[in-house]
């Protein structure tokens, strides 16, 4: 059975940062081959996509994160990462890796809290 853990989440001051982690385990799951993605979702607020790396390596940013977060993968570690820098009390809720197989199932983390206060 595949798992994804997030951590890294916590409470950081505005213009803090932040190193959140996506560690994949179960079933021979490997990180390499699949496309990942941070989501995040506020109080209130529909979940939104924050960053995504595809399985050849290309990125993409939220507007609102862009030039402050980045998401990278560990393939020995078998993690994906997102590091935020920068960050803004607007920037807090619970965020979520995700994990897409081409043409397959896709499967989501139990989410780790981020809040940033002012």
């Known amino acids: 059975q595949v798992q994804l853990v997030e951590s890294g989440g916590g409470l950081v001051q505005a213009g803090g940062s932040l190193r959140l982690s996506c560690a994949a385990s179960g079933s021979n799951f490997r990180i390499n081959g699949k496309d990942w993605a941070w989501y995040r979702q506020a109080p209130g607020k529909q979940r939104e996509l924050v960053a995504s790396i595809t399985r050849g390596g290309s990125t993409n940013y939220a507007d609102s994160v862009k030039d402050r977060f980045t998401i990278s993968r560990d393939n020995a570690k078998n993690t994906v990462s997102l590091q935020m820098n920068s960050l803004k009390p607007e920037d807090t809720g619970v965020y979520y890796c995700?994990?897409?197989?081409?043409?397959?199932?896709?499967?989501w983390g139990q989410g780790t809290q981020v809040t940033v206060s002012s």
């Open positions: 995700k994990a897409s197989v081409l043409l397959g199932p896709f499967y």
